[in-house]
């Protein structure tokens, strides 16, 4: 027993060091940046908000002999919004991935953690745990991808916790490096354990939720001449829940979570010169809920019709280097959600400029 | 007995029979081209002696060996564009020295004349020589492509985009000959831009992408799989 679990470390160090005199060094990356956001939601009404953020990524990537690879990102954020009082939030992540070739196939592994302690600015603390399993199996034009995704949302202070299970069918057509083509189909299962559906009074049944969502995507994606990429994905899906809601005057509303979704999402990544670096980005999502009651402001009203939700985003990166070390960024996004109930309605804009350097 | 001959000749000298059958393919085309060179010289609605003036270039280019189908392009953008006859008579001449020049050059490379026996090749390399880069680095990169004549295009243009990028020149050869030596396809040379765009964002150096491409491509099997290898 001594002997096996020995003959395992030993074999763990040599793959270990060995990937490691394969391998690339680590890269690092520390950001700090300022600006301005304006806002305007239902919440947090409308304002104007100086904002700092710093950062710091960390990736290591290593290539592993036949084809394979590991990879490891980590990556943290810290923003502060000077408001009375002064707002922080925080974004820290944690990827690892690893493709290990058997034949002509490739098992794809990836495990990851997304987390925040004070709230990312959207969700309250979190820990969200990733993970996922496939196979990528075919030649060297057209692959197919069949892969099994899992994760755990855990918000101590919110009742939002939900465990996600779901599978995936997806081709890939590498048409030629100008033309990619990709296409996909999911379900996935979730099972929230802290959001009880309601009897007709309001009244916990203790009664988890239960959701599946269904989704079929479309992607292209190519290269585009001089030094520009692009990509265009769209998506069109389904989510069909057990979840109901009381509205105080209203009453019980059954399914109120059942809606259908398409969303539409493009980008282009174009690098001039190695000095000068543009990205674009931009996505719009429409949500058609299917017995979701639209409501007026308070007190609240039906107004006939069901909800209707269309949020569209848009940001702009550039960046400049002297040397590959240092970078100066400028970055501007906006966001608006429209919908026909008041309480669904918000649009943001940020500007932000800094610089990041990249250690040697 | 003439397969014979020929399998012979192909033993003794390919690269004699690849001009050969080159050449054999100029003469077969020879009629069609004479008369595009008629029907592009009618649509410039020339006057007969400017008519006469361009005829003659054609002709004495075909008599220095150059063929009617190599310099046609410049004359059909010329009556395109509706340049003067006085103007499309020089840029004919210079295309003509161009394609003098770009010959001398192949022929002087190492395995060049593969290169040579291909007309869109020999025009590449004028194309090159007319401004693109100086005749020493042409050479070079026409000597690295000698093996892969047909892969002289993707490699030269990304070679230039390179360049152009802000790569340094002598990196530049390196991961061209690395590409030129690798399994890809020439059509997926342009996988290097990608790579360095992509890298690029995630603030890795361009120096040090050029280092795991070359560490890289000796044993890629596909484009995709390279940019799985070297991108977190």
Known sequence: MHKTRLTVIVLFLFGFLGSIAYGYPPTLLLGLQGGGTAFESPEDGEGALPLAALSLLAGWRNPIPAGGYWGLAASARLLSYFGSPIVSADIERLALDAGLPIGRSLVELEGGLDASVMGDGEDPAHVHPRWQAGLRFGGETAQGIFSYRGSYLYQPDDDGDFLYQGLRLGAEWERSLRLGLAAGLEFGWEYWPEYWLLDGLGAFTGVARQDVVGELQVGLDGLAGFFLDWSLEACAGLRWSTANRFITGLGLEEDSENHLFAAIRAAADWSPHRAVGLQLEGFLRQEWYLTRAALTEAPFADTGESLRVLSLGMTVRADWTPNDRLFLVLEGSAGRRFANDPAEERWNASLQAGVEYSFP | ?232
């Open chain 2, 1 to 232: 007995m003439i397969a014979r001959v020929f399998a012979a000749a192909g033993r003794a000298q390919p690269r004699r029979l690849r001009f050969l059958l080159f050449l054999a393919g100029l003469l077969a085309t020879a009629p069609l081209t004479a008369q595009s060179l008629e029907a592009a010289l009618a649509r410039g609605r020339f006057p007969p002696e400017q008519q006469a003036v361009l005829a003659e270039q054609f002709r004495q280019a075909e008599l220095q060996g150059i063929p009617v189908p190599l310099l046609l392009p410049r004359l059909e953008e010329g009556i395109a564009k509706k340049v003067p006859a006085a103007r499309l008579e020089e840029a004919l001449r210079r295309q003509a020295r161009l394609l003098l020049e770009a010959r001398a050059l192949l022929v002087e490379t190492p395995g060049g004349d593969a290169l040579l026996s291909d007309p869109a090749s020999w025009a590449r390399t004028a194309n090159l020589l007319s401004g693109a880069l100086p005749a020493a680095e042409v050479r070079l990169l026409a000597r690295y492509c000698a093996r892969r004549p047909a892969d002289y295009r993707p490699a030269t243009s990304l070679y230039l985009s390179l360049v152009e990028w802000g790569l340094d020149r002598g990196r530049a050869q390196e991961l061209l000959r690395a590409l030129l030596d690798s399994r890809l396809s020439g059509e997926s040379f342009p996988v290097v831009m990608e790579v360095l765009v992509e890298g690029r964002r995630q603030r890795l150096a361009p120096e040090e992408l050029v280092r795991r491409l070359l560490l890289r491509l000796p044993e890629a099997a596909s484009a995709e799989e390279l940019k799985r290898r070297i991108l977190r």
